[in-house]
């Protein structure tokens, strides 16, 4: 995808399709060199094959379970010697309805997948390289930790917690490593297909950029915070919404 060398190596987590795969494309083409997780082998082979051997690898497995975080982050110390960004992407939202009925074991899911995994590779991202050598973590978070996100609660607490946890390591991890958060509004992936799907014109008129997002959108807004082109930024979370939150203003 391009013969630009950054000599920078990033992790990203949740990576073979959708706004994971978009971050990893932005990235190896501004010459990073890039690492994907993901819970099946066969779509990470293929966006491996996409982003091109020579500047990707991957790892499968499920993103809250400890032993898959040490082994990503041993591959890619094995792999390029050194990990320079985390991504924090990998996520689930396997329940709709109201908070008021949500089953208490699937919270605990989104939890352990959307936040406590996010944790547990910035732990060994830094204790492998980032303590030693600097480096950025951005967390993928969504508008729906900025504001009430009905049907999906316990989507929308977790990606509250994503930010809460932005913020915690952004202070601690200072000066030597960056931390920030992007809060998505709906972006065109299968993941959240169901926000759209079949009605994709009543649900872009909402957006005063008069679109839903695209991978794109925030493959961009990632590869700015983990640039030096960002280099006094931390701590913050950049929403991308395509305007949506201007229309809660009052007409």
């Not at 060199?33 to 082979?45: A, F, I, Y």
């Not at 990707?56 to 082994?71: N, S």
């Not at 929308?156 to 390591?169: D, P, R, V």
């Not at 509004?185 to 957006?207: D, I, M, S, W």
Request: aromatic fraction near 6%; charged fraction near 20%.
């Amino acid at each position: 995808m391009s013969s630009k060398d950054s000599g920078r190596v990033a992790l990203v987590t949740g990576a073979s399709r959708g706004i994971g795969y978009g971050i990893a494309r932005a990235l190896v083409a501004r010459g990073d060199r890039v690492c994907l997780t993901g819970r099946n082998e066969e779509p990470l082979k293929e966006a491996v094959a996409e982003l091109g051997a020579d500047r990707a690898t991957y790892v499968a497995g499920k993103a809250h379970d400890e032993e898959h975080q040490a082994r990503a982050v041993e591959h890619v110390i094995s792999e390029y010697g050194r990990v320079d960004h985390l991504v924090n992407n990998a996520g689930t939202n396997p329940v709709f309805g109201p908070i008021a009925d949500a089953d208490l074991g699937v919270a605990r899911k989104v939890f352990e997948t959307n936040v406590i995994s996010a944790l547990g590779f910035a732990q060994k991202t830094w204790a492998a390289w980032q303590r030693d050598n600097g480096g950025t973590i951005v967390n993928v978070a969504s508008v729906a930790g900025i504001s009430a996100s009905p049907f999906v609660g316990p989507y929308g607490i977790s990606k509250a917690a994503m930010i809460n946890l932005t913020l915690q390591l952004a202070h601690e991890m200072a000066p030597g490593v960056r931390v920030n958060a992007i809060a998505p509004a709906v972006v065109k992936t299968k993941f959240a297909a169901a926000l759209y799907e079949g009605r994709e014109e009543e649900a872009q008129n909402g957006y005063p950029l008069g679109r839903l997002g695209v991978p794109q959108d925030i493959g961009g807004a990632v590869a700015f915070l983990t640039s030096e082109d960002s280099g006094w930024i931390t701590g913050q979370t950049l929403v991308i919404d395509g305007g949506l939150f201007l229309n809660a203003g009052v007409a």
